[in-house]
């Protein structure tokens, strides 16, 4: 297992992971495309056959701070990718990578792949704030903060 690449904002990184549950939840949809994690402000994209209504939008800002108001335990654990497999979409892991994946779970709403760094507790993450979208070639490019 390589250390990460880059020292992500913990708060942020773990909002980043809500999210994409979010997405898969509502809109049956992949994680993020691709994902620009920053400390001030952050975005995601995600492919989409429509762009998300205005009303969408509101819900997705919504459950993504009700699970940040859960209080939800994030664990860390690492397992045999095998088993990872039967559970998770490994379609992102580096052809080199070894027998073994870390996961990150965020209580029992999200687990997926990860080697970045997270809080230990969604009550450390604080408000999610959607700040701007738009939509283009079927991709979904959403920006979003902290507070």
């Given at each position: 297992m390589e250390a990460p690449k880059?020292?992500?904002?913990?708060?942020?990184?773990?909002?980043?992971?809500?999210?994409?549950?979010?997405?898969?939840?509502?809109?049956?949809?992949?994680?993020?495309?691709?994902?620009?994690?920053e400390r001030k402000k952050s975005k995601c994209d995600y492919l989409l056959p429509e762009a998300?209504?205005?009303?969408?939008?509101?819900a997705i800002e919504k459950q993504v701070n009700a699970v940040i108001d859960s209080h939800l335990p994030v664990s860390i654990?690492?397992?045999?990718?095998?088993?990872?497999?039967?559970?998770?979409?490994l379609s992102k892991l580096p052809s080199d990578a070894g027998d073994?994946?870390?996961?990150?779970?965020?209580?029992d709403?999200?687990?997926?792949?990860?080697?970045?760094?997270?809080?230990?507790?969604?009550?450390?993450?604080?408000?999610?704030v959607i700040l701007s979208h738009d939509y283009q070639d079927n991709i979904w490019r959403v920006r979003f903060k902290l507070e």
């Open positions: 880059k020292l992500y904002y913990e708060p942020m990184h773990t909002a980043e992971h809500i999210l994409n549950q979010t997405m898969v939840r509502m809109f049956g949809c992949g994680r993020s495309r691709n994902a620009h994690i998300p209504t205005e009303n969408q939008i509101t654990s690492v397992i045999p990718k095998e088993e990872a497999s039967c559970f998770l979409d073994t994946v870390r996961v990150v779970r965020v209580g709403y999200d687990a997926c792949a990860c080697i970045g760094m997270h809080v230990e507790n969604t009550s450390e993450i604080g408000r999610f």
